[in-house]
């Protein structure tokens, strides 16, 4: 039931191009970007139970590497490609020194969110004062505040017309990504290696008693959910040729902790379906032209908090689950009065 | 001469950030300390107060009623929060850090839709002073004082008053404090209101020396927390030293390297405190008086 659903809408957005125009194709493809770093938090979040406030360093980091490598290499033969290998990588080794501080240095509880947090507004503040013409990388300018723009798209050299990444392309490009992530994540999270880190979340020290090494644990989730952030922010940089310091600051680091607790943040596919819906309603908001984008996105946080801590998507489903097994526990008239005699 | 003052530059750059650390960090340390709580709607509580102040001075108050004004808007504020939302995730303690940054997000986005992206401010009072080649604002430089001054009032309140020794009971062992009569979900609801109004007060002080902008929050909440986490849970013992330390690598850094390197300072700082003394100075400090 849930495979054939899943199925039947991945096969949908694949035609979808055919159907719509190309203005609502690229807005899709902009939904499809965050789902990465969201299902990175859930994963380090919701099923090993440490929340990283700061995604966002690791979304910029490979944003501005695929920046400064792209525009120094150019777009000839694969070296777009090399540009996202490297992009990916970079994200990658932050990720296992930070996680290697503070997991094997005994940092727990608030205390990452704060060092995460930390991080991503160093990184902000630093990108931000890149202003001067000082800070250049290769032909690469970091441009301060307004940041970088203009990096070429992923190109395959295809005979006389290269195979360039955009439009419709760029969309399937995504959606295949999406789709191989979400599925290796629940295979993941349902092998054995899931549920120690479920164990994990829920009593590290007698995770510990039991013999599971919880350090080595938190930091490879931390740097798998690390990656994903980096993979949004590659395919971000990459959707709109640009990225800034802003996506980086204090409310963008927000913006991803609201997709998975709205959603429920333990549980892949309810994070899924929330970013894509609350991009798609920010959007919304923001196209009208009026600015209460934001403050709808804090009320639906402290909605949830304060009604369905596990999150609204989970909730529902619970209750609806809840009811139907209601239904059929329900014993008819006839079974009742034979039962009773 | 010249040599005198560098110097006083440097001391009066360096008492400025102390002052403005110690400030900062005072409300959101008060519940940080009480709580557990990191609450990152701190930096709008300083932003209503720098509101408040700023419109009832324009309407006609004197700027130390309006200071006033400022201060107990924000604390109202903080009050009416804590027994809407805050109060019920006192045992949820991620969510209810959770909630004060959806907190933060409304307030700064409300803010500037209400009053739009900034209001006329202030005169900043009292003019300044010259030193050689430098003029120094005779304001600021009071607002070291004001801190001094707020950190006794702090410790008056927390060791001499029945408030203050209810609230360090509660701190040590809420079970056990509440098993021998102390109402601590009220002291919780009175710390977060004080807290509030704490950071009220550092925005009305702050307001004539700033433009008010929505997203000034902002601006104080890195400075807020990264003071509260150096200093660690206990106010009275780990704020002062930490603003002063924090202060020093600040102006420092600001003066060799320009005010975002500063800033970075701080934040490289945090990290590193959290991983060698997790508990802040005051946890230290705490940790070696027991080990003798």
């Known amino acids: 039931m849930f495979w054939s659903a899943f199925g039947t809408i991945v096969l949908a957005a694949a035609v979808l191009p055919m159907f719509v125009n190309d203005f609502a194709i690229t807005n899709l493809t902009y939904f499809l970007v965050w789902v990465f770093m969201a299902l990175g938090l859930s994963l380090i979040w919701g099923y090993a139970g440490i929340l990283s406030f700061g995604q966002t360093a690791f979304f910029g980091l490979a944003g501005y590497t695929y920046g400064v490598v792209s525009i120094n290499l150019g777009e000839g033969g694969l070296w777009t490609w090399f540009a996202l290998v490297v992009s990916l990588v970079m994200p990658l080794v932050l990720a296992v020194i930070v996680g290697y501080f503070m997991f094997y240095g005994g940092v727990r509880d608030v205390f990452v969110g704060i060092v995460t947090l930390s991080i991503t507004l160093v990184f902000e503040t630093f990108m931000a004062q890149t202003a001067g013409p000082e800070w250049t990388i290769g032909s690469a300018r970091l441009n301060g505040f307004n940041g970088m723009s203009n990096m070429p798209p992923l190109t395959i050299p295809w005979g006389e017309t290269p195979l360039v990444f955009d439009g419709t392309s760029f969309f399937w490009l995504v959606l295949a990504m999406g789709v191989l992530v979400y599925l290796g994540l629940r295979i993941l999270v349902n092998s054995r290696f899931g549920n120690v880190l479920v164990a994990i979340r829920e009593n590290p020290d007698r995770a510990e008693m039991l013999g599971y090494n919880v350090r080595m644990y938190q930091l490879l989730v931390f740097v798998i959910g690390s990656v994903l952030a980096g993979m949004s922010g590659v395919l971000y940089t990459l959707w709109g040729s640009y990225i800034t310091p802003s996506s980086m600051g204090l409310t963008a680091a927000a913006l991803p902790i609201i997709w998975v607790a709205a959603g429920g943040r333990k549980d892949l596919t309810a994070t899924l379906l929330a970013t894509v819906l609350l991009t798609w309603l920010s959007q919304q908001l923001a196209v009208k032209g009026n600015q209460y984008a934001l403050i709808w996105m804090g009320a639906i946080l402290l909605v949830v908090v304060l009604f369905a801590p596990e999150g609204l998507f989970v909730t529902v489903w619970k209750k609806l689950r809840g009811r139907m097994r209601a239904r059929q526990a329900e014993p008819s008239p006839k079974t009742a009065s034979s039962t009773s005699a | 001469m010249t040599f005198l003052v560098q110097a006083y530059a440097f001391l009066y750059q360096f008492a400025d950030s102390f002052a403005f650390l110690v400030l900062c960090g005072l409300g959101l340390a008060i519940i940080f300390g009480m709580m557990g709580v990191i609450n990152l709607a701190h930096g709008e509580f300083i932003m209503c107060g720098a509101y408040v102040t700023v419109l009832t001075a324009r309407a006609g108050l004197p700027l130390p009623f309006a200071m006033l004004a400022g201060t107990l808007a924000a604390g109202l504020v903080g009050l009416i929060l804590e027994f809407l939302i805050i109060r019920r995730l006192y045992h949820r303690l991620f969510d209810s850090i959770v909630a004060t940054w959806a907190l933060s997000l409304i307030a700064t986005q409300g803010m500037l839709i209400v009053a739009g992206p900034s209001i006329e401010g202030l005169k900043t009072p009292f003019g300044s002073f010259e030193l050689g080649e430098y003029s120094f604002s005779v304001y600021r430089a009071l607002l070291p004082l004001v801190a001094l001054s707020l950190l006794a009032a702090l410790y008056w309140l927390f060791v001499r008053t029945r408030f203050g020794r ?118 230290w400090v705490l940790q070696r008086n027991a080990g003798h």
């Not at chain 2, 509440?178 to 009220?186: C, D, F, M, V």
């Not at chain 2, 902002?218 to 330390?245: E, K, N, R």
């Open chain 2, 166 to 283: 209810y609230s360090r009971a509660t701190i040590e062992d809420a079970d056990m404090a509440r098993a021998l009569g102390a109402n601590t979900s009220r002291i919780y609801s009175q710390t977060f209101g004080l807290g509030a109004a704490l950071a009220g007060l550092t925005g009305a002080l702050y307001a004539p020396t700033m433009t008010a902008v929505p997203t000034m929050g902002q601006a104080f909440i890195v400075q807020s927390f990264v003071t509260v986490v150096v200093s660690g849970a206990d106010v009275m013992l780990g704020l002062a030293p930490s603003a002063a330390v924090l202060a020093f690598i600040q102006s420092l850094l600001t003066k060799s390297y320009g005010q975002l390197i500063g800033q970075i300072g701080l934040l490289l700082t945090v990290i590193i405190v959290v991983r060698v003394l997790p508990k802040g100075i005051s946890g």
